[in-house]
């Protein structure tokens, strides 16, 4: 039995993924579950997952959370690090792969580029503000083909002559496939099409100006799909690695990150997964702004509170910036 | 007699000359509020749809003065110096106001153009206190003022505040923190309009960081830096931001790297942002540009800023684990 557990939480737009190492940093367990617009529940399933799957009474020794929930997360599970996605991704890539120059991030709306030398961030890029050729539009896709989103990839490699689609915008792209179903071409040519699409997308979007220099690594939900990291090969012309734990990596580099931590952690313990959480949004009518603040109880005393643009309720948060 | 200054667009640059001059000459004159959420709708709803985020905020801010005042100053910015324009849309804006079916009081815009010369803002001056019905002598006595509190300004600019501080005396002491410095780069209007940047300053300031902008250095660095260029560019607002950054990447002890602000389909940056880029990234300089438009969660930014603020200080603390002989020696991050 390990003598205490890290947890890392990446509450992700579309996924909520939670890993647990042990001091020597090996993945004890992980859980992966869609966020379906409600983190608060989708992180108590995953912690319940979690806590199931570790050996009975194991200490948690150290919280970390990540992901555009990261700060919701923090105030949930009591978190000792929170930190933004790129940091995170970086850190698990680092210490799965050491030799990974380049790694590619494609998540259900964000996507990413981190550049690695020396062990150290060197650039990165995320992209801007178009969410085409990432996870929840290929998602939307399988779904419009009737085609299950884990079959997609396998589909894509029993393409003969992949068509070609607009891959600049999701609308765009969309009507774009309707298109080539209706002049006849073949399921298997079109989802082909589709993963280079969104490869050539990514290239001239995200990675613009770019140099990719391999070792690559592609992480992320996305990561999953065989026909994307095909295009993603051919286009780069560079072995690209899926790494082992690919769909929890952001969880995995925040429980890195928490390792360090001495003294006693923040956590909360297990018993959140049956904290009564609520959220409650409020008007402020302070000034013009009217910035919705969110309040954030658990079993209704308030932990928490976010959404204010001058900080009259969130100044007593430890959430700003760079903690 | 009132006039309204929209806190919006050049207000971040040539608001004390405006402030003195009419100061002198002895008109009321107002400002309206920091940007808010409401300003940006109302502006948002009343000009073209094809107008930038900067832009629509400038005639939120024009609506917002509207009932308090009897003229909204809107000065169209043909030109600031001989050969270099501005930004078309901002020259067109007491049009785009006019034709917007909006009740404001009569607009004040005097032409400003020194595309010929710098007697073009004399003129603009004394056209601006024709309307007000003032006479000549305290009009060239006015101007005089005006430009000297320019100057007057610019000395607090290069010490280090912002316009916003450095025009309302504001300036705060800072706690000196992790001794990072960063540029922060971008047309005035974007960089420190406190809605649109979602405080970009000081925000890296409470942790910390130096923030160094282009309004903050001398015009002879701007001009150095220009200097790297085999064209001489025409945009003004560009030239600020072109030349800082410039300086900056050939003079890598000033800062630690460079963010540019930019708002979405400006098509000055569009040239800008690519060629600065690529002059940062030759000579491995930190550099990431940050697209802004209407939206307003905040989410984004604070990864993106606090991704490139640790990628800064890695470079820096692996920088100091070089080995200065040979082979690199270097430790990964997160090994304990």
Redesign the interface.
Known sequence: MPSKVFLGLDVGSVSTKVVAIDALGQVLASSYLPTQGQPIAAIQSALREIARALPPGVPVAGVATTG?GRVMASALVGADVV?????AH??AT??VL?SVRTIIEIGGQDSKIILLN?????????N??CAAGTGSFLDRQAHRLGVPITALGELALQATSPTRIAGRCAVFAESDMIHKQQTGHSLSDIVAGLCEALVRNYLSNVAK??TIVGPVSFQGGVAANVGILRAFESALALPVIVPEHYDVMGALGVA??A??IAGQTRFRGFGVVAANCQVKGEDCDG?????EVVGFSINGRVQAYWGD?CGKYSHENYL???T | MIVGVPRALLYYVYYPLWRRFFAELGVGCILSPPTNEAIMNSGARAVVDEACAPVKIAMGHVLALAPEVDYVLVPRFVSVEPRTYICPKLMGLPDMIRQSGQKTPPLLAPDIDMSKGYFGLARALMDTSRCLEKGLWSTVRSFHHSLAEMRRIKHKLIAGQTPEEAFHGTSRRRKPGRRLRIAVLGHPYNVYDPLLSMNIVDRLRAQGIDVITAEMLPLEHISLGLSQLRKKLFWSLSKMVLGAGLYFVNHAAEVDGIILLSSFGCGLESLVADLLERHARRQEFPFMQLTVDEHSGEAGLITRLEAFVETVEGRILNARNLSPHGDHEFRHAGTP
């Open positions: 555009s930190k933004n996605e790129i940091t970086a850190t680092l210490r050491p020396h062990g150290v961030v060197t650039d990165f890029a995320m801007t503000v100006g770019k890195y990150l390792q360090p000034c013009g702004n009217r910035c643009r700003s910036v760079g």
